[in-house]
C-alpha cells in the first residue's frame, strides 16, 4: 500500500482549491478512483465533490 497526498487543483463543489487530503492506495504509481473517491466521501464532502475523484484533478505527491 501506498499512501498519496493530494491537492486540489481548483473548487470541487465544497471542497475549496488548495485542500489537502491523504489517500492509502494499492495502485502505483497514482491512486485509484475509488479509493479517492472513499476518502472524499470519509471526509464528509457532497456529492458535487465526489464527481472530481479523478487523481487528474489534483497534484499527486507519493507520501
Do not use: H
Not at 501506498?2 to 486540489?8: E, G, I, Q
Not at 481548483?10 to 489517500?23: I, L, S, T
Not at 475509488?34 to 470519509?42: A, P, Q, S, T, V
Amino acid at each position: 500500500m501506498a499512501v498519496y497526498k493530494l491537492k486540489a487543483k481548483n473548487n470541487y463543489g465544497d471542497m475549496p482549491k488548495g485542500y489537502e487530503f491523504q489517500v492509502v492506495s494499492a495502485t502505483i504509481p497514482i491512486p485509484d478512483v475509488n479509493d479517492i473517491e472513499k476518502e472524499i466521501i470519509r471526509l464528509g464532502f457532497s456529492e458535487q465533490a465526489q464527481s472530481y475523484k479523478s487523481s487528474g484533478n489534483f497534484e499527486v505527491i507519493k507520501g
